[in-house]
């Protein structure tokens, strides 16, 4: 499985973006799909997820500001981010939960797309 992130890039405060996060390969079957970031000097810390039933969850500091959904096809996230603020900076990664077989559990990552807002 690989997750091939799209997207980022320099926005000002009050901006938009739209990150894409595009699976492929093949897997027996996949739990969640979910955007981490990870600002310099701090942990990757989870900013919006999407479980194979269609739950979402948000970090409190995106809600109503962040947007997560996907394709029918079930195999590209995209996360829409509003009102963007200088703190949302950092690393974007995509993370897919899923399963090798119905025994084994594993994460996937993709490569991070930055994300820069100037104040």
């Known amino acids: 499985v690989q997750l091939q992130a799209s997207g980022g890039g320099l926005v000002q405060a009050g901006g938009s973006l739209r990150l894409s996060c595009a699976r492929s390969g093949t897997i027996f079957m996949i739990d969640a799909m979910g955007w981490y970031r990870q600002a310099p000097g701090k942990q990757r810390e989870l900013v919006a997820s999407?479980?194979?039933?269609?739950?979402?969850n948000y970090a409190a500091s995106v809600k109503g500001r962040f947007t997560i959904s996907r394709d029918n096809a079930k195999t590209t996230v995209y996360l829409q981010m509003n009102s963007l603020k200088p703190e949302d900076t950092g690393v974007y990664y995509c993370?897919?939960?899923?399963?090798?077989?119905?025994?084994?559990?594993?994460?996937?990552w993709g490569q991070g797309t930055q994300v820069t807002v100037s104040s």
């Open positions: 993370n897919a939960e899923g399963y090798t077989d119905p025994w084994t559990a594993r994460d996937y």
């Open positions: 999407i479980t194979r039933g269609g739950s979402t």
